[in-house]
């Protein structure tokens, strides 16, 4: 029993997910004592609020990087395909629900990142230059073909979900008051659905398995093309969701506002212990990873640092925290080979 | 012949106007192991490939359990029985022991979802059956690599099969993981399942094998007991070729040592390491993997500098603290893997060859002298018959004989004192095997020191002078080849 304990111990110690909750609680704890405001109520729903969008984009960043890719269009792929269906209903002069915007979005997200696919999968071509050639391309429809511009009105049932709210939280001492958004529902719920699909279904563990190895993959019986195109349709579906939510929530639509979001978005991922190399990884880990991120970004003024060093500090904290990552990789090699030394000591 | 569990009936293969396979009949017993031989590009991997469903023979037929197939596909294959472990064992590392056991029987039932408890049932099984005693929640990738050998004869083994195909199992394992291997090929064979072994190697087709199977050029060359097969026929039916062996026989020995180690000593390694190289002589090392033969090989090139002790050359203290030093004491080095150690694989032959000289070939300007560089480099592939129609073409392109030629010319281009090889012939041929070792026998009579660092002990006996046996990091003996034996030598090793 003693040994079991002992083995649970040592794996739990080898997991990336214990360590990086020890920083978010220690960054937490030092904006606590240095502004004794991070725990109050109002800014807990700032930061949930704040976290639905790189929380969505994360999620199918994730799925890409375990399958041994890496994508980068999908802030590309969000806008165009939010900037279509918004321009599209405004045109119709639509007054109903905002279900259609994400039904339309969805759809178009969907055939983006069947494009996506099919270049991936079918043609096996590297997922970078894929995506940083579709990139382009999404942006060029946008600008080009859709003539993008600033819209600043949104149709009505978009507008109306964005300022919905499930709850008010207001701060005792300034009164300040904060809004949480239905939309949190839409992430809670995305998360929850690709938790499920990776751990319980043949497709989510063919994700895994593809990033450990396509070969063997292939040989095991997975359809390794039909895995990764399905992947890049969700990619494409969970980003364009984010779009719509994105919009709403700003209340106006800035076709370029969503470009550049990849880097920090990635850097969430592979904070949270994802392997860059594919096939490891945890989307709790990924949702702490991505959680630190939102909380340099939108804590500095809190902790009394100038909003103009925050790139700085999130540089920072993304090389430290893939750094140490990174050397508990090494060491683990390390300890391994000394192992296996070990047998000369006895003997001599 | 009518029980056969397998046959394979005239089968041609050829990919765009090359003749991969030719003719090739041969079957298989229930409960026999049977060994598959030949040289590389023989139609060893084609004829696997056409057995397991991956490849369609263009003419001939297999039949399985006396079902004739001219089409077989991979799902009819494994329906069939037929289990196929690859060089790399098709396995994930990111996934722990259980899901790679479970993996492969959940696909082929079509289920969509993951039942955890039912993958453990089924892992649990799986090793139970070789009574492979592993933590199924472990991650593959931390395994040993006879450990992963066994999670993928484990995963084999959960559907009913019936034939086993095992590319180059021994590869990566140690003499000790081989014997255990070994034994739990009997088992299997016990239970009547057959083995189909791919090896080249002629010492553990005698131990394991009952029937054999040559392969050159795509054509059977030689089948029967493996009884009736002695090494001479080997390689001959392997290569086409006859050999002579030609025991290297010193003939001016320097009276004062070249090379001499005193009590060298690396932490984790080896210590207390006293010896001495004269020219003229091949000095081998032979000891099995955890020996510190391996380390020492390192030592000698700078790669672990010694923490105790001191090297001497020529009676002058040297002090090899890095593979820099060690060329600027005109030492070489042939690593035991030269395709990541040892070459520039998608560079070209010719910028292999003079990587290591290349300061002397450059001009003045820092400018690299072509004429120079184009003399040394047709020098050197004539010299060591390195076969390529165009020195400029990418080094990926030879084989594993010629690959090593290229590690050779590179320090042969280098003015070299003293080399060490590291196995200079594993994963290399028969032919380019004896080769190569013509070639290190000729540069040894022509005053180089050779040190060859070898686990292949016919190797070791037909090539060095003497031998030194290391066990568990120390020299326990120090032998003149031409009044010694293997099992003189592997008694020291064990």
């Given at each position: 029993m003693d040994e079991m304990l002992k083995l649970k111990l040592k794996r739990i110690s080898r997991k990336n997910?214990?360590?990086?909750?020890?920083?978010?609680?220690?960054?937490?704890?030092l904006i606590e004592v240095r502004s004794g405001q991070f725990f109050a109520a109002n800014n807990l729903v700032d930061i949930a609020s704040a976290l639905i969008v790189p929380g969505l984009f994360a999620i199918g960043a994730f799925m890409v990087i375990v399958s041994g890719g890496i994508d980068v269009s999908f802030p590309a792929l969000a806008s165009l395909s939010v900037y279509a269906s918004t321009t599209y209903l405004l045109s119709i002069d639509y007054q109903g629900g905002v279900w259609l915007a994400f039904l339309l979005s969805i759809l178009i997200g969907a055939v983006l990142g069947l494009f996506n696919g099919i270049f991936i999968g079918y043609f096996k071509l590297p997922t970078l230059i894929v995506t940083l050639g579709s990139t382009n391309v999404f942006r060029g429809i946008m600008q080009g073909a859709l003539d993008s511009k600033q819209l600043a009105t949104i149709p009505s049932g978009m507008r109306e979900f964005g300022t919905s709210a499930l709850f008010i939280a207001r701060n005792p001492v300034s009164g300040l008051t904060s809004r949480m958004p239905v939309a949190f529902l839409v992430f809670a719920g995305v998360l929850i659905l690709m938790f499920l699909m990776l751990r319980y279904t043949m497709f989510g563990r063919s994700i895994y398995s593809i990033g450990g190895s396509e070969v063997s993959a292939h040989r095991a019986g997975y359809n390794v093309v039909r895995t990764k195109i399905i992947i890049y349709i969700l990619v494409g579906m969970i980003a364009s969701a984010a779009g719509v939510i994105r919009v709403s929530m700003m209340q106006q639509l800035h076709p370029t506002n969503?470009?550049?979001?990849?880097?920090?978005?990635?850097?969430?991922?592979?904070?949270?212990?994802?392997?860059?190399?594919?096939?490891?990884?945890?989307?709790?880990?990924?949702?702490?990873?991505?959680?630190?991120?939102?909380?340099?970004?939108?804590?500095?003024?809190?902790?009394?640092?100038?909003?103009?060093?925050?790139?700085?500090?999130?540089?920072?904290?993304?090389?430290?925290?893939?750094?140490?990552?990174?050397?508990?990789?090494?060491s683990m090699h390390k300890v391994k080979s000394r192992s296996i030394k070990q047998p000369i000591r006895r003997g001599a | 012949m009518a029980d056969s569990l397998l046959k394979v009936v005239d089968v041609y293969k050829s990919f765009v106007g090359v003749k991969a396979l030719q003719d090739v009949t041969f079957s298989i017993q229930p409960g026999e192991i049977h060994c598959l031989a030949g040289e590389n590009g023989s139609g060893k991997s084609t004829l696997i490939k056409i057995i397991s469903g991956v490849y369609t023979p263009d003419a001939g037929?297999?039949?399985?359990?006396?079902?004739?197939?001219?089409?077989?596909?991979?799902?009819?294959?494994?329906?069939?029985?037929?289990?196929?472990?690859?060089?790399?064992?098709?396995?994930?590392?990111?996934?722990?022991?259980?899901?790679?056991?479970?993996?492969?029987?959940?696909?082929?039932?079509?289920?969509?979802?993951?039942?955890?408890?039912?993958?453990?049932?089924?892992?649990?099984?799986?090793?139970?059956?070789?009574?492979?005693?592993?933590?199924?929640?472990?991650l593959v990738g931390s395994l040993s690599v006879a450990q992963k050998q066994m999670v993928a004869i484990s995963r084999a083994l959960i559907f009913n099969t019936k034939l086993i195909i095992m590319d180059e199992p021994t590869t990566a394992l140690t003499k000790r993981e081989v014997s255990n291997l070994f034994k739990i090929i009997l088992k299997l064979k016990e239970r009547g399942i057959s083995i189909l072994f791919v090896s080249h190697k002629l010492n553990e087709m005698y131990e394991i094998s009952e029937n054999f199977t040559i392969l050159r050029n795509g054509k059977v060359v030689a089948t029967g007991s493996t009884k009736e097969l002695d090494a001479e026929k080997f390689s001959f039916h392997m290569t086409g070729r006859k050999f002579t062996k030609r025991h290297y026989r010193v003939e001016r020995l320097s009276s004062e040592p070249m090379f001499e180690a005193k009590q060298a000593g690396v932490q984790n390694g080896f210590e207390d390491v006293t010896f001495s190289l004269h020219k003229g002589e091949i000095l081998g090392v032979t000891g099995l993997l955890d020996s510190g033969r391996t380390e020492l090989a390192l030592s000698l090139f700078g790669m672990r500098p010694i923490d105790s002790g001191q090297f001497y050359m020529y009676g002058k203290p040297v002090t090899l603290s890095s593979p820099k030093a060690a060329i600027h004491n005109k030492i070489g080095f042939v690593p035991e893997d030269r395709l990541s150690e040892g070459l520039f694989l998608p560079q070209s032959i010719a910028d292999n060859v003079v990587?290591?000289?290349?300061?002397?070939?450059?001009?003045?300007?820092?400018?690299?002298?072509?004429?120079?560089?184009?003399?040394?480099?047709?020098?050197?592939?004539?010299?060591?018959?390195?076969?390529?129609?165009?020195?400029?073409?990418?080094?990926?392109?030879?084989?594993?004989?010629?690959?090593?030629?290229?590690?050779?010319?590179?320090?042969?281009?280098?003015?070299?004192?003293?080399?060490?090889?590291?196995?200079?012939?594993?994963?290399?041929?028969?032919?380019?095997?004896?080769?190569?070792?013509?070639?290190l026998q000729d540069l040894a009579k022509s005053g180089l020191g050779v040190i060859i660092i070898s686990d292949d002990l016919p190797e070791v006996l037909e090539n060095c002078s003497r031998v030194l046996v290391m066990k568990a990091g120390r020299i326990v003996a120090d032998l003149e080849t031409d009044k010694t034996d293997e099992s003189v030598i592997l008694s020291y090793m064990m």
């Open positions: 997910e214990p360590y990086l909750f020890l920083v978010l609680l220690a960054l937490c704890l969503m470009l550049g979001m990849e880097l920090k978005v990635i850097a969430g991922v592979v904070l949270g212990g994802t392997a860059i190399t594919g096939g490891r990884g945890t989307l709790l880990g990924c949702m702490i990873g991505t959680l630190l991120i939102v909380i340099v970004e939108n804590s500095m003024i809190l902790l009394g640092i100038p909003t103009s060093w925050r790139s700085v500090f999130t540089g920072a904290l993304i090389i430290i925290g893939t750094g140490v990552s990174a050397r508990q990789v090494i | 037929s297999i039949e399985i359990n006396g079902r004739q197939y001219n089409k077989l596909t991979p799902i009819e294959a494994i329906n069939n029985g037929i289990q196929v472990i690859y060089q790399d064992f098709s396995i994930f590392p990111n996934l722990t022991v259980m899901e790679n056991l479970a993996v492969n029987s959940e696909l082929s039932e079509h289920r969509k979802l993951v039942n955890w408890k039912r993958m453990r049932t089924i892992a649990e099984d799986a090793v139970s059956k070789i009574d492979f005693d592993v933590d199924l929640d472990e990587i290591s000289e290349i300061d002397r070939l450059t001009k003045k300007a820092g400018l690299v002298d072509k004429e120079k560089r184009a003399e040394e480099i047709e020098k050197w592939v004539r010299e060591l018959a390195i076969a390529t129609p165009d020195p400029n073409n990418l080094c990926q392109t030879l084989s594993g004989g010629n690959q090593q030629r290229v590690v050779l010319a590179k320090w042969l281009a280098c003015n070299l004192e003293m080399l060490v090889l590291n196995g200079p012939t594993v994963g290399v041929d028969i032919g380019s095997k004896h080769d190569i070792h013509g070639i």
